[in-house]
């Protein structure tokens, strides 16, 4: 990749020399990428600059300009590189293309609970291989399920918007249990203007897990070829 930097060749020579003197390891892609994610973990999207990345990886910031562009760039590979699909690779051919599905999607969710900077960059970048493999794979699930392909763009997107939208949800409802009760309290005090969703409990319900297999599951009746 140095090989498209604007005066790349003039400059190997001192960069060898400062690997050689520095304690920390040589930079490399693949270092910035998990430094870039980690700082990305720790302080969100805002918090990723050049210079903070430099920082910590114990360089100084033109040196990542050999190994990357800018940081929309480095974006680009640390959302790549958390939404890599570690499930099978090669397709079973199985009668469960539900559990495959529901794995699938379930792994995608925990991925960006894991990392929530990703859930608000997806929808803002290019799509990278990772995210593409996984939507590949999906595609040819419910396709060999019986998905038919005039129906196929919209299973998807039904599908994405699910994992986006319960993603952002549940990583951004920061809410205690006191603050969930005491809501609940309010709300049962209003019950005669909303009397459904005081019955239900809605505030109390903090079963993000299940709501979301369950939920999954009531798309997935919706998705699955009528017999």
């Given at each position: 990749m140095a090989a498209k930097r604007s005066g790349a060749q003039g400059k190997r020579p001192q960069r060898a020399s400062v690997s050689l003197q520095s304690a920390e390891p040589p930079l490399s892609l693949e270092r910035i990428v998990a430094t870039a994610v980690?700082?990305?973990?720790?302080?969100?999207v805002d918090g990723l600059t050049m210079r903070r990345l430099a920082d910590r990886l114990g360089s100084g910031a033109m040196s990542l300009y050999w190994h990357v562009d800018n940081k929309e760039e480095v974006f680009d590979l640390?959302?790549?590189s958390v939404l890599a699909y570690r499930g099978p690779q090669q397709l079973v051919e199985t009668q469960d293309?539900?559990?495959?599905?529901?794995h699938m999607l379930e792994d995608w969710r925990a991925i960006m609970l894991r990392h929530p900077w990703s859930a608000s960059l997806l929808p803002r970048r290019a799509l990278g291989p990772s995210i593409l493999g996984r939507l590949e794979l999906l595609s040819k699930?419910?396709?060999?399920a019986g998905v038919a392909d005039a129906d196929l763009n919209v299973a998807l997107w039904s599908l994405w918007n699910y994992v986006m939208g319960a993603t952002i949800?549940?990583?951004?409802?920061?809410?205690?249990d006191d603050d969930r009760a005491a809501a609940q309290q309010r709300l049962t005090r209003l019950s005669e203007r909303y009397p459904t969703i005081e019955r239900s409990r809605l505030l109390l319900d903090s079963d993000w897990d299940g709501a979301f297999r369950k939920g999954l599951g009531f798309l997935l009746d919706g998705v699955a070829p009528k017999q």
């Open positions: 980690d700082l990305l973990d720790a302080q969100g640390a959302l790549d293309w539900r559990g495959e599905v529901v699930t419910l396709s060999r949800t549940r990583a951004s409802f920061d809410v205690s």
